[in-house]
T-cell receptor, first 114, second 113 residues
């Protein structure tokens, strides 16, 4: 148990659907992250939130919309996705200051876009 | 932009062997480096964190070393077991918590019983 939970664990959606991924951390951290892991590619950073403020948007298409209502919760809102967006989406958290604390990852949401 | 290379890409050995997994990175100005394992279809489990001021860290049968100036880290696994089969990922932290981690493609490890 890593202290970072993600729901749902699996999601199948059509290209016209709207869905949301949820991440919750129980570690008292102040930074949260979304990463994407596609087949045969390294994990790619998507978004970073520090103290609920977005500090990084790694050139992610606007069909992915993050939301961080507080330091414990992070959402990824999805709309009009493409089949190439099918991937494992991972959430992580850390203390987030410049000392570079350890990142803890959730189990991921396996997304399939049909 | 940080780039991470892991060698070998895949490794299959009989159990009991001692192993060395290699990681190199292009930007040596890092805060720390983490090693993770990932089981198929699962999230990442943190194995070791080495701060930039440290040379190595140990946890059980695992030992990770860091040579920041040359942009290299190694993960040493002693007396390998079938349960060690997984993909191993290294991730240097170039920007503190604000920039996230940069990952390589990992080393896919199979330990044969």
């Amino acid at each position: 148990e890593t202290g970072v939970t993600q729901t749902p664990r699996h999601l199948v959606m059509g290209m016209t659907n709207k869905k949301s991924l949820k991440c919750e951390q129980h570690l008292g951290h102040n930074a949260m992250y979304w990463y994407k892991q596609s087949a045969k590619k390294p994990l790619e950073l998507m978004f970073v939130y520090n103290f609920k403020e977005q500090t990084e948007n790694n050139s992610v298409p606007s069909r992915f919309s993050p939301e961080c209502p507080n330091s414990s919760h992070l959402f990824l809102h999805l709309h009009t996705l493409q089949p190439e967006d099918s991937a494992l989406y991972l959430c992580a958290s850390s203390q987030g200051d410049r000392e570079g604390y350890e990142q803890y990852f959730g189990p991921g949401t396996r997304l399939t876009v049909t | 932009k940080q780039e991470v290379t892991q060698i070998p890409a895949a490794l299959s050995v009989p159990e009991g062997e001692n192993l060395v997994l290699n990681c190199s990175f292009t930007d040596s100005a890092i805060y720390n480096l983490q090693w993770f394992r990932q089981d198929p279809g699962k999230g990442l489990t943190s194995l070791l964190l080495i701060q930039s001021s440290q040379r190595e860290q140990t946890s059980g049968r695992l030992n990770a070393s860091l040579d920041k100036s040359s942009g290299r880290s190694t993960l040493y696994i002693a007396a390998s077991q079938p349960g060690d089969s997984a993909t191993y990922l290294c991730a240097p932290d170039s920007g503190g918590g604000a920039d996230g981690l940069t990952f390589g493609k990992g080393t896919h490890l199979i330990i044969q019983p």
